[in-house]
């Protein structure tokens, strides 16, 4: 299994864009890169998946580089509300070996 | 409509007991798991199950198993609790998709606590 690994925390101010990077080295061919939000109490929330370069939804993009060692959640202009807890999770193509990383709190300031 | 449910909410139990909780989807997957999260907040896959395979997280102790009545319900019964199981534990479920994407439900979870 591919080992993840984050920042720990992450400040930021509304209205910024905020990138949070995760590292997964041993990645495999098979293997897919998904961010969750976490906020307290609840279960995480897909934000959005990817297996190589660049995807984007309404809420976030993601991007990764060609040797698919790190990833990074781009999340434009946050506001409040984006204070959360973001993980990485890199698993296989069929969903049933995962590994999340250990997560990131990103704080969001007025 | 809640997509993944989990019951109890709260649980809380002595060392030496056997417990269950509780997870049902309403979303028609074909894959179910289930996490535990401890108190720094890591995230760990305990089993991921659908109607083929079980896979086992190898560091889960064999006090822990997970069962199937029905594609919809996954349930986890716990024997003789110890406190490092005090945990918050999430109910997932999902759906492959074309092109390898699919997305996770999480249920509310459920907090555990062995005292």
């Known amino acids: 299994l591919a080992k993840t690994t984050q920042p720990i925390s992450m400040d930021s101010y509304e209205g910024q864009e905020v990138n949070i990077t995760c590292s997964h080295n041993?990645?495999?061919?098979?293997?897919?890169i998904t961010w969750y939000q976490q906020f307290p109490s609840q279960g995480p929330r897909f934000i959005i998946q990817?297996?190589?370069t660049k995807v984007t939804n309404e809420v976030a993009s993601l991007f990764i580089p060609a040797d698919r060692k790190s990833s990074t959640l781009s999340l434009p202009r946050v506001s409040l509300s984006d204070t959360a807890v973001y993980y990485c999770l890199v698993s296989n193509n069929a969903g049933n070996m995962l590994t999340f990383g250990g997560g990131t709190r990103l704080m969001v300031k007025p | 409509d809640t997509a993944v449910s989990q019951t109890p909410k709260y649980l809380v139990t002595q060392m030496g007991n056997d417990k269950s909780i509780k997870c049902e989807q309403n979303?028609?997957?074909?894959?179910m798991y289930w996490y535990k999260q401890d108190s720094k907040k890591f995230l760990k896959i305990m089993f991921s199950?659908?109607?083929?395979?079980?896979?086992i997280n190898e560091t889960v102790p064999n006090r822990f198993s997970p069962k199937s009545p029905d594609k919809a319900h996954l349930n986890l019964h716990i024997n003789s609790l110890e406190l490092g199981d005090s945990a918050v534990y999430f109910c997932?479920?999902?759906?492959?998709?074309?092109?390898?994407?699919?997305?996770?439900?999480f249920g509310p979870g459920t907090r555990l606590t062995v005292t």
């Open positions: 990817g297996y190589k």
């Open positions: 041993n990645i495999a061919t098979n293997d897919y």
């Open positions: 199950y659908n109607n083929k395979e079980l896979i």
């Open positions: 979303l028609g997957h074909d894959t």
């Open positions: 997932a479920s999902s759906q492959a998709l074309a092109g390898g994407v699919y997305e996770q439900y």
